[in-house]
């Protein structure tokens, strides 16, 4: 009754569309001596490239037995166009403290001087 059952891919996107991805109908053979016991079968579905920022959504797997089926909890996926961009200001940082150093050193220069005139 188990061994056959479909699984099924799809997602839901911000707008609560569901569109399916992808769908296998599935035919596992009991090995001799364990029948009518509990067994667990990873499947594993990659979904590569995404093809635009619009397919952010929650993705999901299903199993549909005879009569029964069950769901995952669904896995959030955030596409942007870009990308992550870390933001770097080490050299602006930088740049910004030595000419605020220097400007300092100048007028201490010049304070100092001025006043042992």
């Known amino acids: 009754k188990y061994t056959k059952f479909s699984i099924f891919y799809y997602w839901i996107n911000s707008l609560g569309q569901n569109t399916s991805i992808y769908s296998r109908l599935?035919?596992?053979a009991i090995p001799s001596g364990k029948e009518n016991t509990t067994a667990t079968i990873s499947y594993d579905h990659r979904i590569m490239p995404l093809e635009n920022i619009f397919s952010t959504g929650t993705y999901y797997c299903e199993v549909k037995w005879n009569n029964m089926q069950k769901m995952g909890k669904?896995?959030?996926?955030?596409?942007?166009?870009?990308?992550?961009v870390e933001t770097s200001y080490g050299w602006e940082i930088l740049v910004t403290l030595t000419a605020l150093l220097a400007a300092l050193s100048i007028t201490a220069t010049a304070l100092l001087l001025w006043k042992r005139k």
């Open 74 to 84: 669904g896995v959030f996926v955030l596409a942007r166009g870009t990308g992550y």
């Open 26 to 28: 599935e035919n596992v």
